[in-house]
């Protein structure tokens, strides 16, 4: 079958489309995020792709912080990704409870497949955290368990029952709190890090993922995000990347 070389004005587009996609996403917390530090670092799969991440500020003491994956990757993911933005960002004080947060993003994304025939899954970390008091109310919908550092190693955070991926067919999700303290560290991240498969067909994986991440607990967020990019690269060498790829680390200080 033969490939479709696309045109110059194509490919403008699709250049125009990858740095739009590129602004939307922050590489760190709001400047006044209180009591918080925060980086983050992406790498899409092709030109544009279906990770997110972002930091919303719901009033003046909560922030939401999300990441979530839309399953394949380029336009078609690109395109939901950024109206789940768009919708996240829409009416951030009404974006408080994770509980209600997901359960209608799972609707829209349901209603957006009915309406254009396919379904449009999408895992997503939804997480609004209270500066003053460090209490975090999670809904984890589908997406891998993020990991929990203190300044000597780092474990994957306990939420319990972990929920269904949105846009398939309605569930009411299960939401858990936990209560950062200071010098803790989470970690959050897509499925394209731990998949990252080398020549021999080895998955980086999550083992390798939790001793870098140990191995950089008392450094910054962003030397944390730039490590394991680099840790990725260095285990596939030349291996294509085959998935979209996010970090986002924040800090309680």
């Known amino acids: 079958m033969m490939n479709h070389a696309r045109s110059p004005e194509e490919e403008l587009d699709l250049a125009l489309a990858a740095e739009l996609q590129a602004a939307l996403l922050p590489k ?3 400047t006044d995020c209180r009591n918080h530090v925060a980086a ?3 790498r899409m799969c092709a030109r544009v792709g279906g990770d997110f991440h972002d930091f919303v500020r719901i009033n003046e003491d909560q922030t939401a912080i999300l990441i979530g994956d839309v399953a394949g ?3 078609r993911a690109s395109l939901v990704m950024a109206r789940i933005m768009g919708w996240l960002r829409g009416e951030p004080q009404a974006r408080s409870r994770p509980l209600h947060v997901v ?11 009915e309406k254009t025939g396919t379904v449009t899954p999408c895992s997503i970390i939804y997480l609004v955290l209270d500066s003053p008091t460090g209490i ?3 809904v984890n919908a589908g997406h891998p368990r993020p990991l929990l550092c203190d300044r000597d190693k780092c474990s994957a955070l306990a939420l319990g029952a972990r929920n269904m991926i949105l846009g398939v067919q309605e569930f009411q999700p299960e939401e858990t709190c936990h209560t950062f303290l200071p010098g803790e560290r989470l970690v959050l991240y897509t499925d394209g890090i731990t998949d990252a498969v080398n020549g021999r067909g080895e998955h980086f994986g999550q083992q390798r ?3 870098l991440a140990s191995e950089y607990a008392r450094s910054g967020p962003q030397q ?3 490590a394991v990019f680099a840790a990725v690269d260095l285990f596939c060498g030349n291996s294509r990347q085959s998935d979209d790829q996010t970090v986002v680390v924040v800090d309680r200080v």
Not at 103 to 113: C, E, S
């Open 73 to 75: 990757h380029g336009v």
């Open 28 to 30: 760190k917390c709001p």
């Open 40 to 42: 983050a670092r992406n």
């Open 136 to 138: 975090a109310f999670i």
């Open 209 to 211: 993922l939790h001793k």
């Open 103 to 113: 359960a209608d993003l799972n609707r829209m994304l349901i209603d957006l497949g």
């Open 224 to 226: 944390v995000a730039d």
